[in-house]
């Protein structure tokens, strides 16, 4: 106790992702759809089932580069960024692709601190260092305001989902 009140100590650090951390980005990303009420669980974890193999293989190809902020052994937030091959387009008349951030979850009881902008400051630098100019994100409710102080804006993307085709 310092002056009555609990006292934590955080000891945060923020490294880059490794294919050793797939199941853990995994693991981010459903926590981060089921707080948004997104998806029912069979879903997140059929999707979560898909997910890890797939971010493993990008992780491997270098497309997805990811970063996990932790305090002490426990990993309390992370975010990805991957660069999308992209025809050359009016906002970039010359680049062949683009970046997207995905995957930004922040556990509950370390909201607040900034931890999401400063994962959101590792993916803008790593679209300067790819030469990427435009970036896009689909943001919830709650992520919405810490992208706007960011610069990002809302944009005219519409959406279409076959709900009438099979899956496999």
Not at 87 to 97: M, N, S
Not at 149 to 156: A, C, E, V, W, Y
Request: proline share 5%; net charge negative.
């Amino acid at each position: 106790m310092l002056n009555g009140s609990a006292y934590t100590h955080f000891m945060l650090e923020t490294r880059r992702a490794s294919l050793n951390d797939a199941e853990l980005i995994t693991r981010h990303r459903k926590a981060m759809f089921a707080d948004a009420e997104s998806a029912p669980h069979p879903v997140l974890e059929e999707m979560g089932r898909n997910f890890e193999p797939w971010v493993r293989r990008m992780l491997a190809d270098d497309k997805y580069v990811g970063w996990i902020i932790e305090d002490g052994d426990r990993a309390v937030a992370s975010a990805g960024f991957l660069l999308l091959d992209w025809a050359p387009h009016y906002l970039d008349p010359a680049g062949e692709q683009r970046g997207y951030v995905l995957n930004v979850f922040v556990e509950p009881e370390y909201r607040r601190r900034g931890l999401a902008q400063a994962l959101m400051s590792e993916c803008m630098d790593e679209a300067g260092r790819r030469g990427i100019r435009v970036v896009a994100l689909h943001a919830s409710r709650k992520g919405q305001p810490v992208y706007e102080k960011l610069g990002f804006t809302t944009s005219n993307e519409m959406l279409f989902v076959d709900t009438k085709s099979e899956q496999p």
